[in-house]
Nanobody, 117 residues
Framework: QVQLVESGGGLVQAGGSLRLACAASGSIFSLNAINVMGWYRQAPGEQRELVAQITRGGSTTYADSVKGRFTISRDNAKSTVYLQMNSLKPEDTAVYYC????????WGQGTQVTVSS
């Protein structure tokens, strides 16, 4: 089993920045099984969508809408994934969910990001 704890959401003005963090905990076996870590988001009335993901080896994937503004990174020693969000836009407003692929998929509880215009 893997538990995920997210932090870093909040309210920010357009053009501002936020940094999300997601720390995974669990048995050594479970943590060593983590391959892909990532972030999804879900706005009201919308489907959950991939924002960014990163493999254990550091390969990254980004949604087109965030390329050049968001940066995903991870610290394998701490089993933590980060999402640095710059130049935020009102359309980035959503609940952001941490997602981890280990022996199965795990989801965090979600953290609200609100960008005011």
């Amino acid at each position: 089993q893997v538990q995920l704890v997210e932090s870093g959401g909040g309210l920010v003005q357009a053009g501002g920045s936020l940094r999300l963090a997601c720390a995974a905990s669990g048995s050594i076996f479970s943590l060593n099984a983590i391959n892909v870590m990532g972030w999804y988001r879900q706005a009201p009335g919308e489907q959950r969508e991939l924002v960014a993901q990163i493999t254990r080896g550091g390969s990254t994937t980004y949604a087109d809408s965030v390329k050049g503004r968001f940066t995903i990174s991870r610290d394998n020693a701490k089993s933590t994934v980060y999402l640095q969000m710059n130049s935020l836009k009102p359309e980035d407003t959503a609940v952001y969910y941490c997602n981890v692929l280990a022996m199965r998929v795990y989801w965090g509880q979600g953290t609200q990001v609100t960008v005011s215009s």
